[in-house]
Structure formats: C-alpha cells, structure tokens
C-alpha cells in the first residue's frame, strides 16, 4: 500500500508562487511515475504535470507549460510542483497521484488521466486572489 501526502497549499495573489510537496510511504517509489492534478469546484479532476521514474521525462498541460515545473527526490520519496506566476484561475485542490503498474516507463499515454494512476493524496487547497 502507498500513502501520499501532499502539502504547501494556500492562499497567494496573482502573480505569486507556490511549491507543494507529496510525501508518499513505501519503498519502491523511485520505480512509480507520479501526476499532479487538479480539481475547481463543480468541475473534473484535470492533468496538470507528469514525471517518470527517473525524473527523465517530464510533461504538462497547456495551461501551466512554462510556468509550473513537476520534480522528484527518489531519496526522500517526494515529489513536488513548483508552480510560479500563479493566476486566479489556477484555483482548485491539488492531488498527487501514483501510476504503480507503469513500471520504467517514460511515458504512458494513461498518465494524462486520472485512470493512469491507482495512488492518489488527500488534495491540497490553492487559492489565487485577483
């Protein structure tokens, strides 16, 4: 069984940045891609970043291309999202997620949907003031 548990959410103004982190428990995490997604209220839960294993590959929605960055320490099993420039509409709870049966992949077309991935967190809120 893996846990996560994500962390740095808050409150920011336009412009601004925040970085959250997941801790996850379990001893193969270097081996599992991660995912951060997204979830507004009344609306789905949306892809925001990807990482492999290996931190080799990375990728991201649209949206958030050049302004968030996903990264990974496999020594403390902790995946983060440093997410600069922070707009209003970046409102939502953040979950990190876990694809355990990718294996080594460096990339899996299921890692841009929530069906990719068979860990996920707790969410954490972010909330960007105009």
């Known amino acids: 069984q893996v846990q996560l548990v994500e962390s740095g959410g808050g409150l920011v103004q336009a412009g601004g940045s925040l970085r959250l982190s997941c801790a996850t428990s379990?001893?193969?995490?270097?081996?599992?891609?991660m995912g951060w997604f997204r979830q507004a209220p009344g609306k789905e839960r949306d892809f925001v970043a990807a990482?492999?294993?290996?931190?080799?590959?990375?990728y991201y929605a649209d949206s958030v291309k050049g302004r968030f960055t996903i990264s990974r320490d496999n020594a403390k099993s902790t995946v983060y999202l440093q997410m600069n420039s922070l707009k209003p509409e970046d409102t939502a709870v953040y979950y990190c997620?876990?694809?355990?049966?990718?294996?080594?992949?460096?990339?899996?077309?299921?890692?841009?949907?929530?069906?990719?991935?068979?860990?996920w967190g707790q969410g954490t809120q972010v909330t960007v003031s105009s």
């Open positions: 997620a876990a694809d355990s049966f990718g294996g080594r992949s460096v990339y899996r077309s299921s890692w841009y949907g929530p069906s990719g991935y068979d860990y």
């Open positions: 379990g001893r193969t995490f270097s081996s599992y891609a």
């Open positions: 990482i492999s294993w290996s931190a080799s590959n990375t």
